[in-house]
């Protein structure tokens, strides 16, 4: 496969289970509807039939006077409406669309929210020419539109169907919502009058677990004893609020029983003013939609949670973009993190344009779509505008791959009960059972990758190679089955950087993680 280093920006090569589909050629979408009010859109005529006529420089030319000046071109076969003129119109439509602006952005950096480079490439534009803060505005326009592969101004969908310009909340977030809405509901309810006035003012916003915490600390039960709420730890750990002594406790990792009636409570002192007290059945459901929010008890779960929020921190930068990006009113700066955030979110490739093999070892890291430090000339020239280079990681590199390690360790000990050569491939054994969740091991495989390279750059030590667990199809098409993660007895180089660790105490602080 090409290598696309230093290339101009490209659409994204859609897949299926990793294949590339139809052999490379960008997603077809349904065409937008495109308005006929002239007030909205001047049209322009265009001396040529279709795009496909014009040479490459002219339709660059064309496409960026189009998009400064929001005109819509005119071919003269448009009665025809061929595809590539509808095409073409709609790219141009959408790089002014004045529904995409710097706070678009930010709600799909802050969801992690996935589009195609395309698509991506057509907000950027749109935002930087929407904003009126930036004095050049029509200058950086034209050079980024030059840096966009002519075939992608034609043939590419660059428009976001409906779903994309108004995306749903994440997962977490409805049921963070649910939560919030239901624990206001009951404390309304409750038997304390003073809390309808405080709800009912427009200064009470809950957001976040920052704010439902306290709230959820003043809810009791007090028949036939006073009881308060088992709050798990994790929870205290997400709303940055050190946890009572009666609740440090209380809360275990051992499996809790939700059975209605079952629920665990903990043991407080008597009723106060600012108590907020529920009925049996308000408390009850209540307790177990906060336990059902997540099953803390369940060391896998724990795992998988843990793995999420550590490639959040390193591969998104999210402490790093709710510090600096989210709080910018800079459209520049958060176009760049915008970018780079999409190129992270794209999905990988494993086979050939032509779905006829599989990638080579160590052909993967060649290619554009699946390595993100091969940057295109768009996203060089937007660095270069906003000042902004990469996504950095956050916190200490050292720290970072001490923190990696144990979570390879524990997916060893939570799959592997220790021992690594249990979860090695046997073949001949019905869907290569006893891995584990591969996906989540090789997250981890990508992020030690990602932050030995800071290590090296900086000089530091750093842990040997680490391999992934492999796709049996891969590893039968390439009779590559001694290149599995545990295969054939291999160390991996996070065990013996731990054991070297553990010997000068360094990671002992860490071992709670």
């Not at 940055?240 to 409570?265: C, F, M, R, W």
């Not at 939570?414 to 090695?424: A, F």
Request: with cysteine; hydrophobic share 40%; aromatic share 8%.
């Amino acid at each position: 496969m090409e290598d696309l280093k230093n290339r101009k920006l490209t659409h994204t090569l859609q897949t299926y289970l990793g294949m590339v589909k139809c052999q490379g050629a960008p997603l077809q979408r349904s065409h937008v509807v495109l308005p006929q009010d002239p007030l909205n859109d001047i049209r322009i005529a265009v001396q040529a039939r279709d795009p496909s006529s014009l040479t490459e420089e002219d339709l660059v030319s064309l496409f960026t006077d189009c998009v400064l000046h929001r005109l819509l071109p005119e071919f003269e076969n448009n009665s025809r409406q061929s595809p590539n003129i509808r095409c073409f119109q709609s790219n141009v439509r959408v790089c002014y669309d004045r529904f995409f602006d710097i706070e678009f952005m930010k709600t799909n950096i802050r969801m992690l929210n996935r589009v195609d480079l395309e698509q991506a490439a057509a907000v950027v534009i749109s935002a930087i020419g929407n904003d009126p803060s930036i004095t050049e505005r029509s200058e950086i326009v034209s050079v980024l539109i030059r840096e966009l592969a002519p075939f992608l101004l034609t043939h590419s969908c660059m428009w976001l169907e409906e779903h994309q310009r108004h995306p749903k909340a994440p997962i977490n977030e409805g049921k963070l919502s649910r939560l919030i809405s239901l624990t206001k509901r009951m404390s309304n309810k409750s038997y304390s009058s003073a809390i309808d006035f405080e709800f009912d003012s427009p200064t009470a916003i809950i957001r976040d677990w920052s704010n439902l915490l306290p709230l959820l600390l003043r809810v009791r039960r007090c028949s036939p004893r006073t009881r308060c709420l088992l709050i798990p730890q994790w929870i205290f750990d997400a709303a940055g609020i050190n946890a009572p002594p009666a609740y440090a406790s209380a809360v275990q990792d051992t499996k809790i029983d939700l059975t209605p009636g079952h629920e665990p409570t903990v043991a407080t002192t008597a009723l106060s003013d600012e108590d907020i007290v529920l009925s049996r059945k308000a408390f009850r459901a209540l307790q177990r939609r906060l336990l059902h929010y997540y099953r803390f008890w369940d060391p896998a779960i724990r795992l998988r949670k843990a793995i999420t929020d550590f490639e959040a921190n390193v591969i998104y930068s999210a402490e790093h973009i709710k510090s600096s990006v989210l709080p910018s009113r800079d459209t520049l700066t958060v176009a760049h993190y915008f970018l780079a955030l999409q190129r992270r979110l794209q999905r990988k490739l494993v086979s050939d344009l032509g779905w006829t093999r599989f990638l080579e070892k160590g052909e993967g890291a060649k290619v554009f779509q699946n390595n993100p430090d091969i940057q295109s000339t768009f996203e060089q020239r937007l660095g270069e505008f906003s000042g902004q280079s990469g996504v950095p990681i956050t916190g200490d590199v050292v720290v970072q791959i001490d923190r990696c390690c144990l979570l390879m360790e524990e997916y060893v000990r939570v799959y592997g009960k220790g021992d690594g050569q249990n979860l090695v491939f046997v073949r001949g054994r019905r869907g290569g059972s006893g891995r584990g969740a591969v996906d989540e091991y090789n997250l981890l495989c990508d992020i030690m990758r990602m932050l030995c390279q800071a290590a090296k750059t900086k000089g530091l030590a750093h842990p040997g190679a680490v391999r992934k667990f492999l796709a049996k199809d891969i590893m039968a098409w390439n009779q590559s089955f001694g290149d599995d993660a545990f295969a054939d007895g291999v160390v991996p180089g996070w065990e013996t950087w731990l054991a070297e660790r553990r010997e000068t105490g360094i990671v002992t602080g860490l071992e709670g993680l």
